[in-house]
Structure formats: C-alpha cells, structure tokens
C-alpha cells in the first residue's frame, strides 16, 4: 500500500523561506514520478511543481517558477520542495502525489496523495 507522507510547512512570513518532504512508503519510488499540489481555502487543488522518475525533468507552474525547487533523493524515497521568496498568496495546503514515471500537471493523473501539510505565509 502506497503511502505518502509530507512535512515542514508551517508558518513563515513573506520573503522567507519553507522546505516540503515527502517520504514515501510502500511503492518503489524510484519508478514513480512525483508532483506537488496545493489547495487554498475556496479555491481548486492546483498544480504546483513536478518531477519525473529520476529527477531528469521537472516542471512548475508560472506562478511558482524561479522561487520553489522540487528535486528527489531515490535512496532516501523523498521528494522535496523547497520554497522561497514565499508571498502571502503561497498560503494553502501542500500535497505531493505519486504516478508512474512521467511527470503530469494534472491532479487527475496522480492515483496516489499524502494528508498534505499547511503552509502559512504572513504579510
């Protein structure tokens, strides 16, 4: 059973800096390309950064792009996001999600999600 579990949000203010882990359990991660999602209150989950099986190719979305980095460490089952410059409009929930090999923007794509984890950036 696929288990996917994130850490690190929490609260940060404007211009700080925040780094997301997911460790991933029950699946051979090294065959699985990951990607990250957040939800805001009211709003659609939406995309956020992707990176396939083995690291050679990510992806984020413009609104993120130059200040998050998403990159995976197989030997430790872990992808991480590491966030930057992070604005007010940053603050949601975070989810990683796992499908096979090739990275997608599309949350339907992905079969299998962690809880998600809250992060919160003050003004």
């Known amino acids: 059973q696929v288990q996917l579990v994130e850490s690190g949000g929490g609260l940060a203010q404007a211009g700080g800096s925040l780094r997301l882990s997911c460790a991933a359990s029950?699946?051979?991660?090294?065959?699985?390309?990951m990607g990250w999602f957040r939800q805001a209150p009211g709003k659609e989950r939406e995309f956020v950064a992707a990176?396939?099986?083995?690291?050679?190719?990510?992806d984020y979305a413009d609104s993120v792009k130059g200040r998050f980095t998403i990159s995976r460490d197989n030997a430790k089952n872990t992808v991480y996001l590491q966030m930057s410059s992070l604005k007010p409009e940053d603050t949601a929930v975070y989810y990683c999600?796992?499908?096979?090999?090739?990275?997608?923007?599309?949350?339907?794509?992905?079969?299998?999600w962690g809880q998600g984890t809250q992060v919160t950036v003050s003004s």
């Open positions: 999600a796992a499908r096979g090999f090739t990275l997608s923007f599309f949350p339907k794509d992905y079969p299998h």
């Open positions: 029950g699946v051979t991660f090294k065959n699985f390309a």
């Open positions: 990176i396939n099986w083995s690291g050679g190719s990510t």
